[in-house]
């Protein structure tokens, strides 16, 4: 098990717990900003790989999504990655096509799943603040595609980059209550209902410090039964949310 050091004050007694039961704990590694990522590997043979924190108190009210990955390749290469974080030991991570790992590769990952967009892209993230990621939405919306954001703002936090899309011509809505419903998932879903439909679960948000600085891991999928679950729950929070205008 890692925990992120920044959370050291949260996560202090969850560290004591386990080391009293036997489990090999650390802190994550100063060498990134923070160790966001959030996955399980099970005997290198399977890999959950989440967007959700596991905190209890925010599993009825956050909106997160959760994948099962299959892939001998990938669970043995996050492993990899794992063992190497675990020890504080340098990694470049080995990630095959459809793993996007930070601070590796995923503002380039992102970016391509994006640009290449052509009928639609439907965007769950809980932070913005990354110019270069942010401008690509932008982009698509100019070029005909229809973009939509569904986001949090709370205080206002997001006032300009939600302005900003919204005079490109993307459609936005928004949460802003810090206790009531949250959008928590990193998810972008590109040409659904196409044949060359795909999508990005992942611990990524679409912030600087994300991308370049974190410890981050989301899996880009072409699934249908999965593509079709995101587009059921983007389309019940977006209507339900605050729509910017």
């Not at 900003?33 to 009825?60: C, F, G, P, W």
């Not at 967009?117 to 993230?125: E, G, N, P």
């Not at 459609?171 to 040409?191: C, L, M, N, Q, W």
Request: charged content about 20%.
């Amino acid at each position: 098990m890692i925990l992120d050091h920044k959370e050291l004050q949260d996560n202090s007694g969850a560290y004591d717990y386990f080391r009293s039961h036997g489990v090999k704990v650390v802190w994550s590694s100063s060498s990134f900003t923070y160790t966001h990522q959030k996955t399980l590997v099970i005997d290198r043979s399977e890999a959950i790989i989440m967007t959700a924190n596991l905190t209890s108190e925010y599993y009825s009210t956050s909106r997160d999504f959760l994948v099962v990955d299959s892939s001998r390749t990938h669970a043995s290469a996050i492993a990899a990655v794992f063992h190497a974080d675990f020890a504080h030991r340098a990694v470049r991570p080995g990630d095959g096509s459809d793993l996007v790992w930070s601070p590796t590769d995923s503002q380039d990952k992102l970016l391509a799943l994006i640009n290449d967009a052509t009928k639609s892209l439907r965007i769950d993230s809980e932070e913005m603040g990354d110019t270069t990621v942010e401008d690509a939405p932008i982009r698509a919306a100019k070029r005909g595609v229809d973009v939509q954001v569904c986001g949090e703002n709370e205080d206002g936090e997001y006032d300009s980059a939600f302005s900003k899309l919204a005079a490109a011509g993307v459609r936005i809505s928004y949460y802003s209550s810090s206790t009531g419903f949250y959008i928590h998932g990193k998810v972008i879903e590109a040409d659904y209902g196409t044949a060359h439909a795909k999508a990005f679960i992942g611990s990524e948000n679409f912030s600087s410090t994300a991308l370049n600085d974190n410890r981050e891991l989301g899996l880009i999928i072409s699934n249908s039964a999965i593509m079709s679950a995101i587009a059921r729950s983007f389309a019940a929070d977006f209507a339900n949310g605050k729509h910017w205008t």
